[in-house]
């Protein structure tokens, strides 16, 4: 039978005899599918920032995620945006410790205004570069101030647009986010916004500590659309930063978010809020933070007295306000590998 022409307003029909099936590609199986969007989850504090680095560093040198020293594939560009911490004294040091080749994982400043998912810049650099693994840590950063994360309206045309990027440029992009504090209920909608992040992500993990064993930080997949749940795995977090693989472990999700946590106040969640951001000389751009302590449910108000607990100071910057420690200038923020120099072109895949 003749297929009938078929023409709809601005609309693009496809007959599905026209499609060739294709099967999914995997950065790592079964938790993170290349071409499509990744949610990483979990408090603050339990290690997300750290797990996607050692991604970054295993994707940059073509290496197995569980074990840096086994090279499985060629190395890859990652593009890594990160809200939160600094490029000079937190981030580049962590990659070298993973033994990351830093000349293939790139960010990007954003001195005149801030940078968003959708403002075209990611896109522009994700076409010179054909990344791999796209990272954004943490999410609510990059979905811009008129994006309110609890609205299904506003989230979905960013999901959107990020997963047509993924396809696009068949990377693996990961979404880091925290969790919110609600007890009880599906570990689903404990992701902090609109249910729809977790919906249009293909993968969701959650990222906790073993109550058992706290330096033991688990991965836990709570959602997998294009291949059978994978089991939880765990790394262990040691006293120099470093992170060893311990494969497969035996933690229950019910479990692992029916633990206790360690601040129970708000006003001890707002100082580990900033803890988790600031490093030893590294400061707090505050028009990143307050979206996310509102999202955690903590008040400027707590927030402001968390930071003359802590002793931090205020600073106007060409990039905003911050809060830092006495006596700090803020590193400039740029790219982990430098800009290429002009006339040169970027290495290929």
Known sequence: MQNPEIKLPTTR???????????????????????????????PGEGKSSIALRLASAVSRGTDITDLRKTVTN?????????????????????????????MICSMEDTEFPLTAKDGRLESLMQQLKPRLVI??????YFGDDVDMHRANEVRPVMSYLAKLAEEYHAAILLIGHMN???????????????????AARSVLLVTRDPADPQNRVIMQIKNSLAPEGDPVAFRFGDDAG?????????????ALNAERQHTTKQEKAEALLLEWLDKEHP????????????????????????QNLRLVSEKTERGW????????????DTVCGAAPAGVSLRGR
């Open 75 to 103: 190395p890859d560009y990652v593009i890594y945006l990160n809200a939160g911490d600094g490029l000079a004294d937190t981030i580049k040091p962590r990659l070298e410790r993973a033994n990351a080749d830093c000349s």
């Open 284 to 307: 707090l751009y505050i028009r990143d933070m307050y979206p996310i302590a509102d999202s955690e449910g903590i008040s400027k108000q707590a927030l402001q007295r968390a930071k």
């Open 13 to 43: 029909v496809i007959l599905l005899d026209q499609i060739t099936a294709a099967q999914t590609e995997w950065l790592w199986y079964p938790y993170i599918p290349l071409g499509k969007v990744t949610m990483m989850q979990g408090d």
């Open 181 to 199: 504090k609600m007890q009880g209920g599906k570990s689903l909608y404990r992701g902090l916004g609109s249910i729809d992040l977790t919906a």
């Open 136 to 141: 954004l840590d943490p999410l609510q950063a």
């Open 322 to 333: 911050v809060w830092k420690k006495p006596d700090h200038t803020p590193p400039r923020y």
């Open 243 to 255: 992170m060893t693989y311990l494969g497969a472990y035996e933690l229950k999700l019910e479990e």
